[in-house]
């Protein structure tokens, strides 16, 4: 299934969490796209989820410095600064359980776990798509996606590139890679 968005989803609107501006660029990032949009009630009710989250969160009794990032409605965005105290298997564990209670509150039900969700946007326009991987790759064989493509970069290792490079034309993606 195909979905459009205006411009105004990503990335341009978004919330965040309270200590997200004061998380290193540094930061360990893991992203997590949602299988569709989020109402507003249930952005809201995600921030709350988050910051209740990245404020408790621990990896054998320390504090995790964290924060997190919602943008577009879409993509939700958790940041870890381990300089002082790094993930543990259990800690990471625990963020994974974060992310399918918050998927479990949503009606209907929001997958953030499905790694073949694609976001992008053919260049010149303003809307976003939202696609599996599948559906994806024939759009980009059949030529509606092709090397200016904005794609949505999932894979961002740090704040600083996601601050910078949260999305990219296809043909600097991982996409372009595996074409």
Known sequence: MKEVYTS???PENSLQGSRWDR???????????????????????????LEAF????????????ASWKLQGARV??????????????CSID??????????????PLVDYLRRDQVLYRSAGKDAWEHANL??????????????QTDVV????????EWETACY???????HNAMW
């Open 153 to 160: 970069n999932a894979l961002c290792a740090n704040k600083g």
């Open 54 to 65: 990245t404020s408790e969160w621990a990896a054998h009794g320390s504090d995790l410095t």
């Open 134 to 147: 599948s559906n994806f790759w024939m759009s980009r064989k059949a030529g509606l996606v092709n090397d």
């Open 94 to 107: 625990a963020s994974v359980h974060c992310m399918q209670r918050l998927g479990q509150m949503g009606e």
């Open 23 to 49: 998380l290193a660029d540094s930061s360990r990032l893991w992203v997590y796209v949602a299988d569709r949009l989020l109402s507003q009630e249930e952005c809201d009710q995600a921030a709350e989820v």
């Open 168 to 174: 990219h034309p296809f043909h600097a993606s991982w």
């Open 8 to 10: 105004a989803w990503f």
């Open 76 to 89: 939700v965005v958790i940041g870890l600064d381990e300089t002082q105290a790094g993930a543990s298997g």
